[in-house]
């Protein structure tokens, strides 16, 4: 698949840190692809059908174990999609992609889980030090696709990954399900019903819930996130994005704990190539409580405001 290039600012919202906090480059980064799993193997040749019965009586009665185990079978097969069957990936389980991403490119990735046009939809966005070129970035790509197919528990329609490198250009790509499991492999058994495991603390003020053990990525905006106030200081700060049609959940939900804004939300807007985001982000600071930033249609928008103008928008 060749690589799409976005407009500028259309790269996602951060690649690592909040925005306003940057992050040096650390290398070093490998290079090359690395092995692919093995291709799905179809079982072999079923074994020859048992010789027929010589009694009819007999084959009746077979004939009625079959049938009864053939619906057994069914009503167990359907228990089985019941109790067993795959569920949406969430935000919370981003966390089981953080440590092999980083532990392949060492850096922070932003990531996101959105639905557009009814696809639901993964979101990667890296930025990579010391690469250059198409070819390069193209690697990186199928490298994180490959990442995405083999750890995300849960279950996602395709996955689009945004990768900058050293020279600011980005490249994005997306992959289907269809052309992943094509490329990689099927996925590893029962990740895609694999249960959420969260910590089960409930939304606070400042702080989401729902979140992840390890890395903060929460399924349940804070208090401060959710709030009407803070939906008009979006308004304010980012006029270019059309409320009437803004997604119903964030795409991320994060606690960073050790940043000077602790949590945050983000939207991506449009579509999972556009690059378009709205971000919001809080703190403890009654000074510069909560900051909205934006790209949309390549033009930027930041705006930091006040604990005090918070409580009084209305």
């Known amino acids: 698949m060749d690589p799409q290039q976005n407009p500028p600012y259309g790269t996602g919202p951060w690649y690592g840190p909040p925005p306003g906090q940057y992050q040096p480059p650390s290398g070093p980064y490998p290079s090359g692809p690395r092995p692919l799993p093995p291709q799905y193997q179809a079982p072999g040749p079923w074994p020859p059908p048992p010789p027929p019965y010589a009694s009819r009586r007999r084959t009746g009665l077979v004939v009625g174990f079959a049938a009864g185990g ?31 991403i980083v532990s392949e490119f060492d850096e922070d990735p932003y990531m996101g889980i959105a639905d557009f046009d009814g696809e639901h939809t993964v979101y990667v966005n890296l930025y990579l030090y010391e690469v250059y070129g198409s070819e390069e970035l193209r690697d990186g790509a199928r490298r994180t696709f490959r ?8 279950s996602f329609d395709q996955v689009s990954v945004s990768l900058v490198g050293s020279d600011g250009s980005p490249t994005v790509e997306l992959m289907t399900s269809a ?35 390890e890395h903060g990525y929460c399924d349940e905006l804070s208090e401060t996130l959710a709030s009407e106030q803070t939906r008009i200081l979006i308004r304010r700060g980012c006029p270019e994005v ?10 991320s939900i994060h606690i960073h704990e050790e940043y000077d804004f602790h949590s945050s939300m983000t939207f991506l807007l449009n579509s999972p190539t556009s690059g378009d985001y709205l971000t919001v982000s809080v703190s403890d600071d009654s000074a510069e409580f909560a900051q909205v930033s934006c790209s949309v249609g390549g033009e930027w928008f930041d705006q930091v405001y006040s604990r005090a103008e918070y409580d009084q928008a209305v």
Do not use: K, M, Q, Y
């Open 70 to 100: 053939a619906a057994l079978a069914l009503l167990t097969a359907v228990v089985l999609v019941v109790a067993l069957g795959s569920r949406p990936a969430g935000v919370s389980d981003l966390a089981a992609l953080h440590e092999p």
């Open 147 to 154: 990442i995405v197919w083999a750890n995300l528990p849960g």
């Open 179 to 213: 052309e992943l499991e094509d490329a990689f492999g099927p996925r590893p058994d029962g990740l895609a019903s694999a249960p959420v495991e969260t910590d089960g603390r409930a939304p606070a003020l400042n702080r989401p819930g729902e979140c992840s053990w």
């Open 242 to 251: 059309d409320l009437r049609e803004f997604p119903e959940r964030p795409a």
